[in-house]
């Protein structure tokens, strides 16, 4: 299966807790975009690379909240100190280079924060 | 005011239906894009447009930049097309480089 990858698909932590997320993208893929997506909504934007170089963060990515992708290849999305409100769906896409660009999702990763 | 407003929110039909699902968008994007969500999360890109008209089987998406307004069709609905539809407009330049999504239709088609 040559299509986006995320890994785990299910996470459940205790509040205080430390989760990381892994996107792997089309391996032909440029740039990668993580997305969090709560109950009825619809997804929002977090941040995004253009290779290993992270261009832009939402307000949304609190302190606790780090994203990296050090090869320009997959990509870590990271909470510390998880709160009850993290709890939501994050998806990761991948494009080819960005402008006017497909972007392809992930299955996403669904975070239960107990 | 979000900048990308769907409509309508929930919607019910009988198999055969023709259907519509209309988006707004409240600034200049480049790209108009039209995804499907099932139960259980996973998002598949279904358009993205960015004038003119698009038809693959039995969905059609236009888009009238001038009126900044896309809709999305569904022709002879099946219960498999049951899912969330989701338009999400793409700001390209200078610092931003993001989707903006709307917040989905929930389509519901009954046999």
């Known amino acids: 299966d040559t299509g986006v990858s995320q890994d785990p698909r299910h996470k459940i932590t205790k509040r205080g807790q430390n989760v990381t997320f892994r996107c792997d993208p089309i391996?032909?893929?440029?740039?990668l975009y993580w997305y969090r997506q709560t109950l009825g909504q619809g997804p929002e934007f977090l941040t995004y690379?253009?290779?290993?170089?992270?261009?832009?963060k939402s307000r949304l990515l609190s302190d606790r909240f780090s994203a990296e992708r050090p090869k320009g290849s997959f990509s870590t999305l990271e909470i510390q100190r998880t709160e009850q409100g993290d709890s939501a769906m994050y998806l990761c896409?991948?494009?080819?280079?960005?402008?006017?660009?497909?972007?392809?999702f992930g299955p996403g990763t669904r975070l239960t924060v107990l | 005011k979000n900048e990308v407003e769907q409509s309508p929110q929930n919607l019910t039909a009988q198999e055969g239906e023709f259907i519509t699902i209309n988006c707004s968008y409240s600034?200049?994007?480049?790209?108009l894009h039209w995804l499907q969500q099932h139960p259980g999360g996973g998002i598949v890109s279904l358009f993205m447009?960015?004038?003119g008209k698009k038809k693959h089987g039995r969905l059609i998406a236009t888009i009238n930049i001038q009126e900044k307004h896309s809709s999305l069709h569904i022709t002879a609905s099946h219960p498999r097309d049951s899912a969330v539809y989701i338009c999400a407009a793409f700001f390209y330049g200078g610092a931003t480089n993001k989707l903006i999504f709307g917040t989905g239709t929930l389509l519901a088609v009954q046999p």
């Open positions: 447009l960015s004038s």
């Open positions: 600034v200049g994007i480049s790209a």
């Open positions: 896409a991948s494009s080819l280079n960005g402008r006017d660009d497909e972007q392809f």
């Open positions: 391996s032909e893929h440029n740039r």
């Open positions: 690379f253009q290779n290993e170089a992270q261009l832009e």
